[in-house]
């Protein structure tokens, strides 16, 4: 054998090596991009069923807030601020935010009256005349509020 044939014998077995190697690292990526996509499909659905949980638990929420307002459970107020914030979340379209604008309407004009720790700190005088203001609210919006918490009983958003 001479020299020439065995640099090509040899030559040929280190570019089957070569390509052995290639072939092994090339199948080895293809199983990770497999197992990439694998997982992110696993967590798409994983994210799209807390999705839909989630909006499930925010229209039972709309729900309930609904019935206890016609069970005089809740202010109208409170009902308009909880529900439209509800909606908010559920980012509804223009035109479910226009049906249902009572509680988007209340919940503006009543928007200045201090809750929590800031209604705590103001003065009995004070909290009468908050009071007496809501309550003007709510009688204006009465019969819109109560309307819509009836339209919006057994809606799905």
Known sequence: MSVLSLVVVLGVLIILVLAAIAGRLVFKVYRQQQERERKLKAQELANQQ????????????????????????????????????????????????????????????????????????????EQRQFDLERLQHEATFNDFVMDAAKRIQGRDF
């Open 50 to 125: 807390a999705q839909r949980e989630q909006r499930e638990w925010i229209n039972k929420s709309i729900q309930i807030l609904a019935h206890a307002l016609h069970s005089d459970e809740l202010t109208l107020t409170e009902a308009s601020i909880r529900i439209s914030g509800l909606l908010d979340t559920l980012d509804v379209s223009g035109e479910v935010k226009t049906e249902f604008s009572a509680f988007y309407q209340l919940r503006e004009k009543t928007s200045h009256i201090p809750y929590l720790e800031a209604w705590q700190n103001l003065s009995n005088t």
